[in-house]
């Protein structure tokens, strides 16, 4: 059965003109350029011994205030700083690569509302590393693909259930030592920016719907599709229709006498006889 586009419905706001080649590569240098930051202050502080790490979030302290921007960029050893990297890298490309045009916003967001998030709720400490992001980067991508009716980025959401799904259990205070509550304030916030922004960006899928009997496809649609059965159905009936009109109007073909010109002339004058001339 043909179907066609129910034009009540928006258009999507995947741009065809945005090349694939071009969303990954715009998803690669932004996610590479976080990635060279946090890799470059870990190196010179542990090079230069600078003790950094102490400007991390510290929860409802004003004199460190400035964690709430810094501690995504800081992290205790090699082993916390990679599996950062690596669940980061996962994550952030998939939001600039699939939510493109409102990829940057998203990220300021996420980012500034998880540190917040983590300086008001959390119940003390220094709270340093980019787990925070990485949870709220999750919990967007699988609450946007939820609440957008579109199958490309529910695609995403089982996607990044099946890879993370294991993270909710890091949510609980089950290791003193991991900052749980960041990764509450994270998840939070990737739930409230994907249900701010759930109108903008990437829109819900067309809907299809059957063509009624007595309508025609659409003469674009048959021309991009000529073999489809229901195209070839539509031929022949236009063809079929054509022939029957054409020879309904052989039929039709009505014949007119012509007077040539000096026929009434030469012809004998007709009379009309009186009914009284006999008597």
Same mark, same amino acid.
């Given at each position: 059965?043909?179907?066609?586009?129910? #034009?009540?419905?928006?258009?999507?706001?995947?741009?065809?003109?945005?090349?694939?080649?071009?969303? =990954?590569?715009?998803? @690669?240098?932004?996610?590479?350029?976080?990635? $060279? @930051?946090? %890799?470059?202050?870990?190196?010179?502080?542990?090079?230069?011994?600078?003790?950094?790490?102490?400007?991390?979030?510290?929860?409802? !302290?004003?004199?460190? %205030?400035?964690? +709430?921007?810094?501690?995504?960029?800081?992290?205790?050893? $090699?082993?916390?700083?990679?599996?950062?990297?690596?669940?980061?890298?996962?994550?952030?490309?998939?939001?600039?690569?699939?939510?493109?045009?409102?990829?940057?916003?998203?990220?300021?967001?996420?980012?500034?509302?998880?540190?917040?998030? $983590?300086?008001?709720?959390? *119940?003390?400490?220094?709270?340093?590393?980019?787990?925070?992001?990485?949870?709220? =980067?999750?919990?967007?991508?699988?609450?946007?693909? +939820?609440?957008?009716?579109?199958?490309?980025?529910? /695609?995403?959401?089982? $996607?990044?259930?099946?890879?993370?799904?294991?993270?909710?259990?890091?949510?609980?205070?089950?290791?003193?030592?991991?900052?749980?509550?960041?990764?509450?304030?994270?998840?939070?916030?990737?739930?409230? +920016?994907?249900?701010?922004?759930? *109108?903008?960006?990437?829109?819900?899928? @067309?809907? =299809?719907?059957?063509?009624?009997?007595?309508? #025609?496809?659409?003469?674009? %649609?048959?021309?991009?599709?000529?073999?489809?059965? !229901?195209?070839?159905? #539509?031929?022949?009936?236009?063809?079929?229709?054509?022939?029957?009109?054409?020879?309904?109007? /052989?039929?039709?073909?009505?014949?007119?006498?012509? /007077? *040539?010109?000096?026929?009434?002339? !030469?012809?004998?004058?007709?009379?009309?006889?009186?009914?009284?001339?006999?008597?």
């Amino acid at each position: 059965m043909a179907m066609r586009f129910s #034009q009540s419905m928006p258009r999507p706001r995947w741009n065809p003109n945005v090349q694939d080649i071009n969303r =990954l590569f715009y998803a @690669l240098w932004t996610t590479t350029f976080f990635l $060279l @930051l946090i %890799w470059g202050v870990y190196a010179i502080n542990d090079t230069y011994a600078l003790n950094w790490r102490r400007w991390g979030n510290h929860p409802r !302290d004003w004199k460190h %205030w400035s964690g +709430v921007f810094s501690y995504p960029f800081l992290h205790g050893d $090699l082993e916390h700083l990679w599996n950062n990297t690596v669940t980061f890298f996962t994550l952030n490309g998939l939001l600039f690569y699939f939510y493109r045009s409102i990829a940057a916003r998203t990220w300021i967001l996420l980012y500034m509302l998880s540190g917040i998030g $983590l300086w008001i709720f959390a *119940k003390g400490g220094n709270h340093i590393g980019a787990s925070g992001i990485n949870y709220a =980067l999750a919990a967007f991508l699988f609450t946007s693909g +939820v609440v957008r009716k579109s199958q490309l980025l529910l /695609r995403v959401t089982l $996607l990044v259930a099946f890879l993370y799904g294991g993270m909710v259990w890091w949510m609980l205070p089950i290791d003193d030592h991991i900052s749980w509550e960041g990764h509450i304030a994270g998840a939070a916030s990737g739930v409230l +920016v994907a249900v701010i922004f759930r *109108k903008k960006g990437p829109l819900p899928d @067309l809907q =299809l719907q059957a063509l009624s009997p007595d309508e #025609q496809l659409p003469e674009w %649609w048959a021309d991009a599709h000529p073999e489809h059965p !229901d195209v070839i159905r #539509q031929r022949e009936f236009e063809t079929n229709q054509t022939t029957t009109t054409e020879e309904v109007d /052989r039929r039709n073909v009505q014949f007119r006498i012509v /007077r *040539k010109e000096g026929f009434m002339e !030469d012809a004998p004058s007709e009379k009309r006889s009186d009914s009284n001339s006999d008597k």
